[in-house]
């Protein structure tokens, strides 16, 4: 690997560039998944190849070729080159000083997701669907996943790093459906479970056959549950949904290419400016979030991100003002501040973006019992179903799979159906609880979308159940 | 110029058969010993499989469909040609900041099986998208084809600019029920989304789509006639599907009457009804979905512009792009999401001033149920968003006047 990328950066530099990258990657997937007792889908996916990342006279290219040779590599550096040089635009490019670096890395794994035989993840797949078997249930699905990337990284700085890193998810998946009315529940979260970098221990952990019961009587019982009223009010969120909210309305917009326009034709762009770091009020006095590629288990965590800038923890929040930016070293020389380490990219074929690493909202005091307590009247939401946020990241609408209402601090009847909408600095500005380190948890999503062409990143958010005041349940019309 | 991306990859997904047994296993090692271990993987994942009796097998030989939508000039586009193409759209736009992109790509997808089949098609397809946008004001637009000859960058970046020009100074409005005219880019948004659980088979099976039990019945306006048309070379045509089976035109709606909704081999089999393939498999990245509308089309109407679409409306909304979407409810077929780039009321039949980005909730058979008109051209719309392997895609869509449009909230204004 360390000579193909070498390869890469010589011919890079030889054919003109400036600053030249080179990444090669091999990747590995595996998706098991059951539905309704027959296996659904048996995939196992590898994909590998060389990407170079060139600047010419000041601006990028970028090609990758899947031959992992010296002539592939070369190839891959000169059409780099000759891209940079048709795309070579009106702005100059300048990347922040940064130490030559140099190390290997390898995340931590108990037992390697791998070497866990096909036929016993198809066993544990088929036994949770097996226990999702309920009253109304017609839909049965339970999968699990595993993902192992080993990448190194050179620069034409000097720059050497290799990673190997090792993820695994899994998680369960049930729809009802009754009179034309048709509800899901799902565990530990919607959209393709959860995943975690760690061994098999991880999906080990989430007892999906033990969950199951649980999640089938839930999803039946939504069938017959009430409309969730509309109205303002006070909602509390499991750390699920806490989770979504963190990725969709700080991350996001927190990504300074995002701030910078390079965004804008596609997810969009962000309500904060560069001159809000240090000033803006994001959230109440409880809100702290923090950007930490460090977390153990963490899908964002890695020692040196896709530039080879080190590993460390950023407060993006604190206290509820805004004191950091994710950041790459592009876009931090442009503001002048900060040194990058968000950079990542989806494979050997895509350009690194600045991307969350994992963004966690840190922990506050109590329990979930303990934030229903002060709830006079409200809801309880569980579970993301539906999410939608606008391109500056402000106006949201979030659905969740299950509610109940709040009644004198104790959960009352189950409701369906609910969601809440809410513009992202009101909204954190209503935060008024968030609960403990013990109820606090990472959450692993798979399903970032950005870029053009798109790339999807594994993220992961730490979060607890939280409390929100005065807000807008249901639509108003 | 950012993200300047030169891709080519060829990638080998095997699928191994034991009786009812299965295993897929992929790669983009194509030499021998990448192609042996692929085989090893595919046959580890079917022998670890138990037997899956509804599986229908192997597609069998059979001949495809002649189709267009190859063009040498589009697959031989260099990088030099592609930033031209770029550079002009941005010359076009003046003093008004643009975003976008022009990309262009030739991929091509083959199959073979041991039951015979033996088939391939050569595909391009060419973008050009642009978002004019400045502090307070932005426009959208965008052209796709499979020749590079029918987009021009520039035309799409004069369309976004005029389009933000006219968005400053936007105004807020009440949430409420509004008449409304929806661009073709708005329009083929919001029915790919509902297609996602709606047109698809697995959707009517797993009881989610809006025509579970609707099949037969008059769900919408009769101006309305959805189809899925994969051999139309105003698209993006396709020959064939994941599974082989030669592409079909499927009639989805037929003047507001729910027909039915595309089959592969998998959900025929698993019907057990009658039900057969209409060669809409997807790609394996997509196979969580079942079969989809790849290919989907709306006849056009009787007017001549989205003027005369304002004319007809005479008080309401005018709506050029959506972001964001989300399904709120599959079975009803509610979306939500966010307007952009291009939203302005209509005032006595005209398009009037501009409004802030709307928060709506839609049913869209609700919103289909009144039609005043549909434009008589259609655009194609891009509906991919190039993740994972290219698979060029999109929706052939007019412009539509309808009597109900939810709004739920109010955003910020346009621009950056």
Same mark, same amino acid.
């Given at each position: 690997m360390r000579d193909l990328c070498a390869a890469a950066v010589d011919a890079a530099t030889s054919a003109g560039a400036e600053y030249a990258d080179a990444r090669v990657v091999l990747k590995r997937n595996q998706l098991v998944a059951t539905k309704n007792g027959r296996v659904d889908r048996m995939m196992d996916a590898e994909s590998e190849g060389i990407g170079v990342r060139v600047l010419v006279n000041g601006a990028w290219g970028f090609a990758g070729d899947r031959r992992l040779t010296a002539e592939g590599a070369r190839e891959a550096a000169v059409r780099a080159c000759t891209f940079a040089r048709a795309a070579a635009g009106k702005h100059s490019r300048a990347l922040t000083t940064i130490e030559p670096q140099s190390g290997r890395h390898q995340s931590p794994v108990e037992r390697d997701p791998f070497a866990v035989s096909l036929a016993d993840k198809v066993d544990l797949c088929l036994r949770a669907d097996e226990a999702?078997?309920?009253?109304?249930?017609i839909v049965r699905q339970a999968m699990v996943r595993a993902q192992r990337e080993h990448k190194l990284l050179l620069s034409s700085e000097g720059t050497e790093v290799e990673q190997v890193l090792t993820e695994c998810g899994a998680g369960i998946d049930c729809a009802a459906a009754r009179n034309g009315m048709f509800q899901m529940r799902s565990y530990p979260?919607?959209?393709?479970g959860s995943s975690c970098q760690a061994g098999w221990e991880y999906v080990d952990e989430l007892r999906l056959v033990d969950e199951a019961p649980r999640v089938a009587e839930q999803a039946a019982a939504l069938l017959r549950a009430d409309p969730c009223p509309d109205g303002i009010t006070t909602v509390v969120l499991d750390g699920d949904q806490v989770a979504l909210q963190v990725h969709e309305s700080v991350g996001h917009p927190t990504e300074l290419d995002r701030v910078y326009g390079t965004e804008a034709s596609y997810a969009g762009t962000s &309500?904060?400016?560069? =001159?809000?770091?240090?000033?803006?009020?994001?959230?109440?006095?409880?809100m702290n979030i923090t950007a930490d590629p460090?977390?153990?288990?963490?899908?964002?965590?890695?020692? &040196?991100?896709?530039? =080879?800038v080190p590993a460390e923890p950023t407060p993006v929040v604190e206290a509820g003002k805004l004191t950091g930016f994710l950041t790459s070293r592009e876009t931090a020389a442009r503001m002048g501040a900060g040194t990058g380490g968000s950079m990542r990219a989806d494979g050997w074929n895509r350009m690194p973006l600045v991307r969350m690493t994992n963004l966690h909202i840190e922990p506050g005091q109590g329990t979930l019992d303990d934030l229903l307590t002060d709830v006079d009247n409200g809801i309880y939401m569980e579970t993301n179903r539906s999410w939608s946020i606008d391109d500056k990241r402000l106006n949201f609408q979030f659905g969740t799979q299950i509610a109940w209402e709040i009644k004198d601090g104790k959960l009352g009847r189950m409701l369906r159906d609910a969601t809440y909408t809410g513009i992202t600095p009101e909204f954190w500005g209503s935060l008024d609880a968030v609960a403990g380190r013990e109820a606090w948890r990472l959450y692993g999503l798979t399903n970032c979308g950005k870029g053009q062409p798109g790339q999807s990143a594994h993220v992961s958010h730490g979060a607890a159940p939280a409390r929100f005041r005065n807000v807008q349940v249901g639509v108003k019309p | 110029m950012h993200q300047p991306t030169l891709i080519e990859n060829i990638v080998v997904t095997l699928r191994v058969v034991r009786g009812k047994r299965s295993g897929v296993a992929t790669t983009n090692r194509v030499d021998g010993d990448g192609l042996a271990e692929l085989a090893e993987r595919a046959t580890s994942a079917a022998e670890s499989a138990p037997p899956d009796?509804?599986?229908?097998g192997l597609a069998p030989a059979a001949e495809p469909t002649r189709v267009e939508g190859y063009d040498e000039d589009t697959a031989g586009l260099g990088p030099d040609e592609q930033a031209r193409r770029a550079a002009a759209a941005i010359d076009a736009a003046g003093d008004m900041p643009v975003y976008g992109f022009f990309t262009s790509a030739a991929s091509e997808l083959a199959i073979a099986s041991s039951t015979g089949l033996n088939a391939e098609q050569r595909m391009t397809d060419a973008t050009a998208l642009v978002v004019a946008a400045a502090e307070g004001c932005s426009g959208y637009a965008e052209r796709t084809a499979?020749?590079?000859?029918?987009?021009?960058p520039a035309a799409v970046a004069r369309e976004a600019t005029e389009k933000a020009a006219r968005t400053t100074d936007a105004g807020e409005l009440e949430p409420g029920v509004y008449r409304a005219v929806l661009e073709p880019y708005a329009f083929a948004d919001l029915l790919d989304y509902f297609s996602?659980?709606?047109?698809g088979a697995l959707g009517l099976l797993e009881k989610r789509s809006y025509f579970s039990g609707r099949l037969?019945?008059?769900?919408?306006?009769?101006?309305i006639t959805i189809t899925d048309d994969?051999?139309?070379?105003?698209?993006?045509?396709?020959?064939?599907d994941f599974e082989g089976t030669p592409k079909q035109r499927v009639i989805l709606v037929e003047h507001g009457v729910a027909r039915g909704v595309v089959w592969d081999r998998t959900t025929a089999a698993q019907a057990s009804n009658g039900a057969t393939t209409t060669g809409h498999a997807g790609p394996v990245e997509s196979?969580?979905?079942?079969?989809?509308?790849?290919s989907l089309s709306i006849a056009t109407g009787e007017a001549e512009s989205v003027e005369e679409l304002a004319e007809l409306v005479g008080d309401g909304i005018y709506i050029t792009r959506l972001h964001y979407l989300g399904v709120v409810d599959p079975r009803e077929g509610v979306v939500t999401g966010m307007t952009r780039d291009g939203t302005f009321r209509i005032r006595g039949g005209k398009i009037a001033e501009p409004l802030v980005n709307l928060r709506f909730t839609v049913a869209v058979p609700d919103l289909l149920r009144e039609v005043y008109s549909l434009t008589k051209k259609a655009a194609l719309v891009n509906?991919?968003?190039?993740?994972?392997d290219r698979y060029p895609y999109g929706v052939l869509a007019p412009a539509i006047a309808a009597a109900r449009f939810t709004i739920t909230g109010v955003g910020s204004k346009p621009g950056i």
């Amino acid at each position: 690997m360390r000579d193909l990328c070498a390869a890469a950066v010589d011919a890079a530099t030889s054919a003109g560039a400036e600053y030249a990258d080179a990444r090669v990657v091999l990747k590995r997937n595996q998706l098991v998944a059951t539905k309704n007792g027959r296996v659904d889908r048996m995939m196992d996916a590898e994909s590998e190849g060389i990407g170079v990342r060139v600047l010419v006279n000041g601006a990028w290219g970028f090609a990758g070729d899947r031959r992992l040779t010296a002539e592939g590599a070369r190839e891959a550096a000169v059409r780099a080159c000759t891209f940079a040089r048709a795309a070579a635009g009106k702005h100059s490019r300048a990347l922040t000083t940064i130490e030559p670096q140099s190390g290997r890395h390898q995340s931590p794994v108990e037992r390697d997701p791998f070497a866990v035989s096909l036929a016993d993840k198809v066993d544990l797949c088929l036994r949770a669907d097996e226990a999702l078997a309920g009253t109304d249930v017609i839909v049965r699905q339970a999968m699990v996943r595993a993902q192992r990337e080993h990448k190194l990284l050179l620069s034409s700085e000097g720059t050497e790093v290799e990673q190997v890193l090792t993820e695994c998810g899994a998680g369960i998946d049930c729809a009802a459906a009754r009179n034309g009315m048709f509800q899901m529940r799902s565990y530990p979260s919607a959209h393709i479970g959860s995943s975690c970098q760690a061994g098999w221990e991880y999906v080990d952990e989430l007892r999906l056959v033990d969950e199951a019961p649980r999640v089938a009587e839930q999803a039946a019982a939504l069938l017959r549950a009430d409309p969730c009223p509309d109205g303002i009010t006070t909602v509390v969120l499991d750390g699920d949904q806490v989770a979504l909210q963190v990725h969709e309305s700080v991350g996001h917009p927190t990504e300074l290419d995002r701030v910078y326009g390079t965004e804008a034709s596609y997810a969009g762009t962000s &309500f904060l400016k560069p =001159g809000d770091l240090g000033s803006l009020r994001y959230g109440s006095e409880l809100m702290n979030i923090t950007a930490d590629p460090t977390t153990p288990g963490g899908l964002g965590s890695f020692a &040196f991100d896709d530039e =080879g800038v080190p590993a460390e923890p950023t407060p993006v929040v604190e206290a509820g003002k805004l004191t950091g930016f994710l950041t790459s070293r592009e876009t931090a020389a442009r503001m002048g501040a900060g040194t990058g380490g968000s950079m990542r990219a989806d494979g050997w074929n895509r350009m690194p973006l600045v991307r969350m690493t994992n963004l966690h909202i840190e922990p506050g005091q109590g329990t979930l019992d303990d934030l229903l307590t002060d709830v006079d009247n409200g809801i309880y939401m569980e579970t993301n179903r539906s999410w939608s946020i606008d391109d500056k990241r402000l106006n949201f609408q979030f659905g969740t799979q299950i509610a109940w209402e709040i009644k004198d601090g104790k959960l009352g009847r189950m409701l369906r159906d609910a969601t809440y909408t809410g513009i992202t600095p009101e909204f954190w500005g209503s935060l008024d609880a968030v609960a403990g380190r013990e109820a606090w948890r990472l959450y692993g999503l798979t399903n970032c979308g950005k870029g053009q062409p798109g790339q999807s990143a594994h993220v992961s958010h730490g979060a607890a159940p939280a409390r929100f005041r005065n807000v807008q349940v249901g639509v108003k019309p | 110029m950012h993200q300047p991306t030169l891709i080519e990859n060829i990638v080998v997904t095997l699928r191994v058969v034991r009786g009812k047994r299965s295993g897929v296993a992929t790669t983009n090692r194509v030499d021998g010993d990448g192609l042996a271990e692929l085989a090893e993987r595919a046959t580890s994942a079917a022998e670890s499989a138990p037997p899956d009796e509804s599986f229908p097998g192997l597609a069998p030989a059979a001949e495809p469909t002649r189709v267009e939508g190859y063009d040498e000039d589009t697959a031989g586009l260099g990088p030099d040609e592609q930033a031209r193409r770029a550079a002009a759209a941005i010359d076009a736009a003046g003093d008004m900041p643009v975003y976008g992109f022009f990309t262009s790509a030739a991929s091509e997808l083959a199959i073979a099986s041991s039951t015979g089949l033996n088939a391939e098609q050569r595909m391009t397809d060419a973008t050009a998208l642009v978002v004019a946008a400045a502090e307070g004001c932005s426009g959208y637009a965008e052209r796709t084809a499979w020749r590079v000859a029918d987009i021009d960058p520039a035309a799409v970046a004069r369309e976004a600019t005029e389009k933000a020009a006219r968005t400053t100074d936007a105004g807020e409005l009440e949430p409420g029920v509004y008449r409304a005219v929806l661009e073709p880019y708005a329009f083929a948004d919001l029915l790919d989304y509902f297609s996602h659980d709606s047109l698809g088979a697995l959707g009517l099976l797993e009881k989610r789509s809006y025509f579970s039990g609707r099949l037969g019945e008059q769900i919408v306006d009769d101006k309305i006639t959805i189809t899925d048309d994969p051999l139309d070379p105003h698209g993006l045509p396709k020959s064939f599907d994941f599974e082989g089976t030669p592409k079909q035109r499927v009639i989805l709606v037929e003047h507001g009457v729910a027909r039915g909704v595309v089959w592969d081999r998998t959900t025929a089999a698993q019907a057990s009804n009658g039900a057969t393939t209409t060669g809409h498999a997807g790609p394996v990245e997509s196979r969580d979905w079942g079969p989809l509308p790849y290919s989907l089309s709306i006849a056009t109407g009787e007017a001549e512009s989205v003027e005369e679409l304002a004319e007809l409306v005479g008080d309401g909304i005018y709506i050029t792009r959506l972001h964001y979407l989300g399904v709120v409810d599959p079975r009803e077929g509610v979306v939500t999401g966010m307007t952009r780039d291009g939203t302005f009321r209509i005032r006595g039949g005209k398009i009037a001033e501009p409004l802030v980005n709307l928060r709506f909730t839609v049913a869209v058979p609700d919103l289909l149920r009144e039609v005043y008109s549909l434009t008589k051209k259609a655009a194609l719309v891009n509906s991919q968003n190039f993740y994972g392997d290219r698979y060029p895609y999109g929706v052939l869509a007019p412009a539509i006047a309808a009597a109900r449009f939810t709004i739920t909230g109010v955003g910020s204004k346009p621009g950056i």
